[in-house]
């Protein structure tokens, strides 16, 4: 790994390369006996990826409680709205024949909605709905795909899915508008055709960074980054300092092209199309599928890392804008106020919107 400052200062990467960390972790060994830690890193697989949370300014017995509690809430989280696993509600709602209405658990209609709000301002770019299509491409299976489905596969994926309204809520009852979590008999899904399939892959590993953040604030934590495989959240500082983020170079794993100095509350996210991909025929095919044509997303960007006040929006937000491209992307941005991003063309050159806290660094490609 490439050193970042001289030092004891390093960037630190886990899970998919997406976002690298610069963190002082060698003062978790390196401080005198008996002398309280600043920071405790805590590893996890969670959601098919390493989790890690840092916690500093509290002693070791409460951070580790903390940490604890945050993954267990991570954990309940991938049990409902995880679409590999037979027994959670997102896949319940799978199983169902189309065209029926079906009762969603409050926090799940919550995320739902709030996805659907991305979907309909980014004219479709961002879709929850993909689940058959992705799973042609098998880019999440075991083995993972080395090449792509059968075209006459696509077409007839892209030929049944609908332009619009692929996925339906509605509300029952009166206050609908005031929807809460803890509700289980106010909203209904329906999935409109059998090429519709709920797949939260875009926005639910954000929406668990969130909870996480969440819960380490119940438990009294002020200083913390919960980094879910580049889904990532930071909130207060690293000893009074802000936290130094790392934006990886799409094409060198091992280089870091920007550098944010980040502290107070906001999450970043990065998508790019190095996340999982395989190459055939010379051709790079990634995970990003642009669901206007059912193919991988060949809109000119090889990353985008969005800032934005909660990791739920940045995920979504990071998809969307890939998908859209850099144009339509930013114009995208400023439905949501207090999001900015920094984009990075296939051929290495950066975008930043108005906004972006970071600085690009001066590295070849």
Do not use: C
């Amino acid at each position: 790994m490439r050193e970042m400052k001289s030092g004891w200062r390093v960037a630190v990467r886990y899970g998919f390369p997406l976002l690298m960390v610069a963190l002082l972790v060698a003062a978790l060994w390196m401080s005198p006996r008996g002398a309280q830690p600043q920071l405790h890193l805590h590893t996890r697989l969670l959601m098919g990826t390493l989790v890690n949370l840092t916690i500093g300014s509290v002693p070791r017995s409460q951070a580790d409680q903390a940490a604890q509690q945050a993954f267990a809430e991570m954990v309940r989280i991938e049990e409902v709205m995880s679409s590999h696993r037979s027994d959670s509600e997102v896949s319940r709602i799978n199983q169902v024949s189309r065209e029926t209405w079906q009762p969603v658990s409050g926090e799940l209609g919550l995320l739902l909605r709030q996805g659907l709000q991305v979907t309909t301002l980014s004219q479709g770019a961002f879709a929850m709905g993909l689940e058959p299509l992705t799973r042609l491409w098998g880019f999440s299976g075991n083995p993972p795909a080395t090449q792509p489905p059968p075209s006459a596969d696509l077409a007839r994926w892209l030929q049944a899915y609908p332009s619009s309204g692929a996925i339906e809520l509605r509300y029952l009852g009166e206050g609908a508008a005031a929807l809460q979590e803890s509700d289980q008999s106010t909203l209904q899904v329906r999935l409109k055709t059998q090429s519709v399939g709920l797949d939260l892959g875009a926005i639910a590993k954000g929406y668990a960074v969130d909870r996480a953040v969440a819960i380490l604030q119940q438990a009294g934590i002020k200083d913390a980054v919960v980094d879910a495989g580049g889904n990532l959240r930071i909130i207060g500082s690293k000893e009074g300092k802000p936290w130094r983020i790392g934006v990886q170079s799409p094409r060198q794993q091992d280089q870091v092209v920007a550098v944010s100095q980040l502290s107070g509350n906001m999450a970043m996210v990065t998508s790019g199309d190095y996340e999982r991909f395989f190459l055939y025929e010379g051709k790079r095919y990634h995970h990003i599928i642009d669901p206007g044509t059912g193919l991988p997303a060949r809109s000119g960007l090889s990353s985008v890392t969005v800032q934005a006040p909660d990791a739920t929006t940045a995920d979504a937000l990071s998809t969307a804008l890939f998908v859209l491209g850099a144009e339509k992307g930013l114009s995208l941005l400023s439905h949501f106020p207090g999001s900015a991003a920094l984009l990075i063309t296939e051929e290495g050159k950066p975008i930043r919107s108005a906004g972006f806290v970071g600085e690009w660094l001066s590295v070849p490609q």
